[in-house]
């Protein structure tokens, strides 16, 4: 059956006729076809539709492919340069002409390639195998799991730990599990995206306080209680990638007391380098007991592997274990990763010496950029170190210079950063010696009074 009007949608038939022309019925409002007219007209659909698919889909790639062209043109295009060698403090560059000088990695304590990491990564392959083929609740929970998830609470002093597949996922699944329409969650306006995408996941309502701006946050917690919001959850990273940033984590903890509010805490660019001893920066202000909420990442300062965490209370955990989707629903963390893992909470246990060395670096950089006249972003501290530029095509060409000059960093620029607000983030590591870090500072002199950015 079709309907009535499928002689206008229908080719003329062998002999010049439309097809619906030779039908021998109306019934009601469709058509009936005889046997041997069914086939010729579910043909033609067939040709039709896949040639209006085809037209679509081409619609489609096309404004892709104009998307790219846009951003090529606006130099907000990124191209990803391939390492060839193990992630250290010198790594070479595929097509390049020898090693350079990496300063634009996570790998804050580099530990990335410790011969103690790899060491324990394959003893654990070994002991326990490839991989598990399973999430955490059906049978992907290993002894080295559970043990990993002790070590990270020893370390924070905190009551239970749970794993992810990454910090993301964390952040994915925590907001949702444990907010209802009657909580409310305040989140700093600079917070990484995959905390901003797990709020959109929760059904709390939301709100958003001006970056690092205490006074608004304030204002924000006012309103929820005032409106009679049953929780209230404080979200804030640690430190702000993109800006190297500190949060104020002293003040947001009195305004929580203050409200009756949770204290979350993405740690990820601040566990095992900031504070005294590496926890952190609850360690760094001071307030490591009244921080509730921890999630953090191995992926970075840790090894720079795979993997995330969520660490605080038992009861939080056990809700996570059973709520969590990322959780429920994603394979098991690697075993090899699992294993070296235990190996570096054992190692930042017992000293603090890389610590002392990454800040030693961040204090010789920071100093001496500034003096030549360098706009720099973040925290004394903090081992990112925004070089701000203002404009995209400029940040993309000053990077480039730096990797003719042996020193390999990257421009960042609009959507990853404001637009205006182009910069090339400079990362220290533990691993640079001085002579490197000088090295690095040498060459952003020279491309800087090359393309007028100092005089």
């Known amino acids: 059956r079709f309907p009535t009007h499928f002689s206008l949608l229908c080719p003329p038939s062998a002999s010049g006729a439309r097809l619906p022309a030779m039908l021998p019925a109306f019934r009601g409002s469709a058509i009936a076809l005889r046997r041997s007219e069914v086939g010729p007209a579910r043909r033609w659909l067939r ?8 037209a679509v889909s081409g619609n489609f790639w096309k404004h892709l492919e104009g998307e790219v062209s846009a951003m090529k043109e606006a130099g907000t295009y990124k191209v990803e340069r391939v390492i060839t060698s193990p992630q250290a403090s010198m790594v070479t560059v595929q097509n390049g002409k020898g090693p350079v000088l990496n300063f634009c990695s996570n790998n804050y304590l ?41 070590a990270i609470s020893k370390f924070h002093g905190t009551e239970d730990t749970i ?19 009657e909580d409310a969650v305040i989140s700093d306006s600079l917070n990484h995206a995959s905390i901003i995408d797990g709020i959109r ?6 709100y958003r306080y001006n970056h690092m701006d205490m006074a608004h946050l304030e204002e924000q917690l006012k309103d929820c209680v005032e409106k009679g919001t049953r929780h209230r959850m404080i979200v804030t ?19 929580a007391q203050k409200y009756d509010a949770q204290v979350f805490v993405d740690e990820c660019h601040a566990t095992g380098l900031l504070g005294k001893t590496g926890r952190g920066t609850p360690e760094l202000c001071g307030v490591e007991a009244r921080v509730d909420i921890i999630n953090s990442t191995l992926g970075k300062a840790l090894g720079g592997a795979t993997g995330g965490y969520t660490t605080g209370p038992k009861a939080l955990i056990e809700v996570l274990r ?22 570096v909470f054992r190692m930042i246990g017992e000293s603090s010496d890389l610590v002392e060395k990454l800040l030693s670096n961040v204090k010789q950089f920071r100093t001496q950029m500034a003096a030549a006249g360098f706009t720099l972003s973040g925290h004394d501290d903090c081992p990112i170190v925004p070089v701000m530029l203002g404009d995209a095509r400029l940040a993309s060409e000053l990077s480039d210079e730096m990797l003719s000059r042996g020193v390999y960093v990257v421009g960042f620029s609009f959507p990853v950063v404001p637009k205006g607000k182009a910069r090339i983030r400079v990362q220290l590591s533990a691993d640079h010696t001085p002579a490197q870090v000088q090295s690095c ?15």
Do not use: W
């Open 441 to 455: 500072i040498d060459a952003f002199i020279e491309v800087g009074k090359a393309k007028g950015v100092i005089a």
């Open 201 to 206: 996941l929760c059904k709390a309502q939301r």
């Open 110 to 150: 580099g530990l990335s390639s410790h011969p103690a990491l790899v060491e324990a990564g394959q003893k654990a392959l070994t002991s326990h195998g490839f991989g598990l083929s399973s999430v955490r609740f059906i049978c992907g929970t290993q002894d080295i799991h559970k043990d990993l998830e002790a």
């Open 47 to 54: 040709q039709d539709c896949r040639s209006m698919g085809a």
């Open 237 to 255: 990273d640690g430190v702000f990638s993109m800006d190297g940033d500190i949060a104020p984590l002293k003040e947001i903890c009195d305004l």
């Open 163 to 181: 794993l992810f597949p990454s910090c993301f996922d964390a952040n994915a699944g925590i907001f949702e599990a444990v907010l209802g329409p």
């Open 322 to 343: 059973n709520k969590a989707r990322p959780y429920l629903f994603s394979n098991t963390l690697a075993p090899a990763v699992a294993g070296a893992s235990l190996e």
